[in-house]
């Protein structure tokens, strides 16, 4: 029985002769001593007959056109080199990118010098009107002044103020 | 495959052209489906497509591919994709080119006449579909396709001699399984032998 186990690894080598002249040999003395494992053998070798009756379709008419589709339909593979070329939707964006930013950096500097000229006319309207500061204060002084109010008024003879002397 | 990897189209026909059958009746006898054995063998094709370009050629072409369709067959009957078929008594009894249903004995039960009507390759196949699965693998590998057990056991992820060990434990099962058919192609021996002798 022992030698029974020992041999089964061996067997199907035995069988395929595919084994080497020593394992070989070691199957068959102990074939020779076994009934047991003699007709199992013999039944192998008839099983393996019988199994080629096992039927089995060939690929259909349509198989190589199939797997052609199937390839077809793969999306191309890429190179490591095609990253370096851009895509359009990429280029596209790139340059509408640029394309704003040279127009905001356009822009921008345009802007100041006008900012900076109203600024100067406005400081000038200041600093004149700081200036005149003693004029306005007469003025006034004599649009205010008391007593001119107390000035009898004369309608019929009033002339404009611009004529009197 | 060197080639192919190198853009040239033709060779892959060619490797189309020489695996394609033995693809299509290994993974029929795996998932006992033709239509779903096309589509896997499909699979195998494009997979090695999409692998051309890292490509290495550490272990025969053919040890690969059949370890790509083995792994593909193992995983569409695991997620229960493809179920094995049963066998029905009125489906064709050839993977479909004949329309005769399954011949069944009536009367009383009688083994042995039921055994000899009933047809053998239905009993063969069923016997191979009833294996496990890695022992259907190895056994459909090692008895259809011709590979050497270093390829076998390359394909199945396990050392010489467990594949060995795996194979006789399978030939064991299809021995008892199938005895009433290799009893009678023996009986059927010893008779021509005799008619011979006479």
């Keep these: 029985m022992g030698n029974c186990k020992r041999i089964e690894e061996n067997l199907i080598a035995y069988l395929d002769a595919k084994a080497g002249p020593a394992v070989r040999r070691q199957v068959e003395m102990h074939l020779a001593a076994c009934p047991a494992c003699r007709q199992r053998t013999t039944e192998f070798r008839q099983l393996w007959g019988l199994l080629d009756e096992l039927p089995a379709p060939p690929p259909s008419l349509a198989f190589d056109a199939a797997v052609q589709a199937r390839i ?87 002339q404009p103020e611009s004529q009197r002397p | 495959m060197l080639d192919v990897k190198a853009g040239d189209d033709s060779s892959f026909e060619l490797l189309l052209h020489k695996y394609r059958a033995p693809l299509v009746n290994f993974l029929y006898r795996m998932v006992g489906d033709a239509a779903t054995a096309e589509d896997l063998a499909q699979e195998v094709f494009l ?43 009125d489906q064709p009894l050839d993977g479909g080119t004949s329309d005769a249903p399954l011949d069944i004995a009536d009367g009383q039960p009688n083994i042995e006449h039921e055994l000899l009507t009933r047809d053998r390759a239905a009993l063969i196949r069923q016997a191979v579909e009833s294996l496990p699965e890695k022992q259907r693998a190895a056994v459909l590998l090692h008895k259809y396709q011709e590979l050497n057990y270093d ?29 009433p058919l290799v009893k009678v192609g023996r009986a059927q021996q010893a008779r021509s032998k005799t008619r011979e002798v006479r």
């Design chain 1, 72 to 158: 077809a339909a793969e999306p191309r593979q890429r190179s490591w080199w095609t990253f370096l070329v851009p895509s359009p939707r990429l280029a596209f964006a790139t340059t509408a990118l640029a394309v704003l930013s040279v127009w905001l950096l356009s822009v921008g500097p345009s802007q100041s010098p006008d900012s900076s000229v109203a600024q100067q006319q406005s400081s000038e309207a200041e600093f004149g009107m700081i200036r005149d500061l003693p004029i306005l204060e007469d003025y006034d002084l004599l649009a205010n002044f008391d007593a001119l109010s107390e000035l009898p008024v004369q309608p019929a003879v009033a």
């Design chain 2, 47 to 89: 997979r090695v497509y999409r692998a051309r370009d890292g490509y290495a050629p550490s272990a025969k072409f053919s040890t690969w591919v059949f370890r790509i369709a083995t792994n593909l067959a193992l995983n569409a009957q695991r997620d229960g994709r493809h179920r094995l078929r049963q066998v029905s008594l």
């Design chain 2, 151 to 179: 390829q076998i056991a390359g394909i199945l992820n396990c050392s010489e001699s467990a594949l060995k060990s795996l194979l006789f434990r399978a030939y064991e099962t299809l021995r008892v399984e199938l005895a």
